[in-house]
C-alpha cells in the first residue's frame, strides 16, 4: 500500500472515532500549594469536542488520498 493510501486510511479512521466519540479528555496535575517542603497538586480533567464537521471532512479527505494513492500505480 502506498503511503498516500496509508495517510488516507488513518484520516478515515480518525475520522470516525471522531464522530462515534464525539470528544476525548486527558488530565493534567497542577500545583496548587508550594510552601518549601510542603506541595499540594490537584489533578484537573480536560475535555476536547471534535466538531462533527472536522471529522466528516478528515472522512472525505481520506477517502480522496485512498483513491489518488491507490491511482497511483
Known sequence: MKPLAIVGVVLIVLGIAGLVMGRFSYTTEEKVLDLGPLQATAEKEHS???PDIAAIAA???GGFLVFV???RA
Request: overall charge positive.
Open 48 to 50: 476536547i469536542a471534535v
Open 59 to 61: 472522512i472525505i479527505a
Open 69 to 71: 494513492g491507490r491511482r
